[in-house]
């Protein structure tokens, strides 16, 4: 029944990314709701859990995107075990500096992932708006991963999955 | 460090994906893109419908200002077409006459396909939204779409009930331009550009090209039909050391803003 829930999770960010926040823009800007949810599911589940659920959520979005298929899934996954390496380190999870650190860089890693996806075709960028756009959005998504924090936090947290917490304390995935 | 079957298991999911990217290359996925886009559609539609009403709430609410402008300047816009209207009703009939006194067949009509759009991109760099129509309905790779005259994109990625529309603000999106006030109708290559939205270069030092002048496709390469709207121009940049000069073009479709577009079958 908890996988149905992740799953139900990981669809429903998908289409509220690329159907309602496609209308609604923050400042512009489309929040990258999965992004926010991938460094929640990295902080709080099982390293297979956390690496399923960023798979199939980046393959979601590149059967949305219509271009470069593959490296939502890519970064996606990555991302997910680049936090879970980080639990290994000992940093304080549950401090809430360090996930919107975490959303800040991962924000700006996946616009330079998208800008290198470029570098194949011949494109000419204005940097300036480039960085105007990049800086905007870590603004908007550090803003997401606050206010769905409580919501994140009761879903992802629950008895079945505090084993996975106190096991990563325990210093294993 | 990962340990034991952990590692396995994140191995496997890299294997997975990288299977998943190859499959993709070879157009296998896309029985699966044509199930999950018939799931995921309805859904995606509701919500983008949400999201359409709410983006016109708060348009409303910040743009008080700025329609009443545009209000104005599309009451003398209209005042001047209507003119125009008339001007190209006598030439068209003018057309008609001398087709039939030389026999000539008729030009051709297009026919367009309404859709609804579905969803958007789901980052701010790619400009790309998804359709509600495919290949079921008859459409391909490439064909241009359109919203209230104007060029929106071509399609790209069709499925059997849904297609991918690059818009022209892409990066990636190319198509040949005419300027159609310029008195040599100069041609160009028009672009999208991130934060600079549309540009045309390539255009001959020696072509006239200024501010306000129409420019629509010139269906060289038969890529898109001719004579569809791009936008109008907005600034010139020429440098007298230089072979071509550019310029700056301004669309009238809101590409955020849109519900339903047409797609172009025949013509």
Do not use: C
Not at chain 1, 150 to 164: D, E, F, G, K, T
Request: aromatic share 6%.
């Amino acid at each position: 029944m908890k996988y149905v829930w992740l799953a139900l999770l990981v669809v429903v960010t998908v289409v509220l990314q690329t159907s309602f926040f496609g209308e609604v823009r923050l400042a512009g800007i489309v929040p990258n709701l999965f992004l926010v949810l991938v460094i929640y599911i990295g902080l709080s589940l099982r390293a297979n859990e956390a690496m399923t659920l960023a798979l199939a959520g980046g393959i979601l979005l590149d059967f949305a995107s219509g271009a470069d298929f593959g490296l939502r899934m890519a970064f996606y996954s990555a991302l997910a075990l680049g936090v879970m390496l980080l639990a290994e380190t000992g940093a304080d999870l549950d401090n809430l500096s360090v996930v919107l650190i975490l959303t800040a860089g991962a924000t700006v890693l996946y616009n330079l992932a998208v800008i290198a996806s470029l570098a194949t075709i011949h494109v000419q960028l204005n940097w300036w708006h480039m960085v105007t756009v990049v800086l905007l959005e870590v603004l908007v998504n550090m803003a997401v991963a606050l206010l769905v924090r409580p919501l994140l936090v009761r879903i992802l947290r629950r008895p079945s999955s505090m084993s996975a917490v106190a096991l990563r304390n325990g210093g294993q995935l | 460090m990962v340990r034991g079957r952990s590692r396995y298991q994140i191995l496997g999911v890299i294997i997975l994906g990288a299977l998943l990217v190859f499959a993709n290359s070879r157009g296998w996925l896309r029985p699966l893109k044509d199930v999950t886009g018939t799931v995921v559609a309805p859904v995606a539609n509701v919500f983008g419908s949400a999201g359409h009403s709410t983006g016109n709430f708060f348009h409303l609410l910040f743009a008080v200002k700025q329609i009443a402008q545009d209000n104005t300047k599309l009451e003398n816009q209209v005042a001047e077409l209507r003119q125009r209207l008339s001007e190209d009703a006598e030439m068209r009939r003018e057309n008609e006459e001398l087709r039939t006194q030389y026999n000539l067949p008729d030009s051709a009509k297009r026919t367009l396909l309404p859709a609804n759009v579905v969803s958007y991109q789901p980052d701010n760099i790619r400009q790309y939204m998804t359709i509600n129509r495919g290949s079921k309905d008859g459409l391909k790779d490439g064909m241009a779409v359109i919203s209230g005259g104007s060029l929106v994109g071509k399609l790209s990625d069709v499925t059997a009930r849904s297609a991918k529309v690059f818009l022209v603000t892409d990066p990636n999106f190319k198509v040949s331009g005419i300027d159609q006030d310029s008195p040599n109708r100069a041609a160009g290559t028009v672009s999208g550009h991130l934060g600079s939205g549309l540009i045309m270069d390539k255009i001959a030092q020696s072509d006239g090209v200024k501010q306000g002048d129409t420019v629509i496709t010139s269906g060289l390469g038969g890529e898109l039909p001719k004579g569809i709207l791009i936008g109008q121009v907005q600034g010139v940049y020429q440098q007298d050391n230089a072979v071509f000069q550019s310029a700056q073009l301004v669309s009238d479709v809101k590409f955020n803003r849109l519900e339903m577009v047409f797609v172009v079958t025949g013509s």
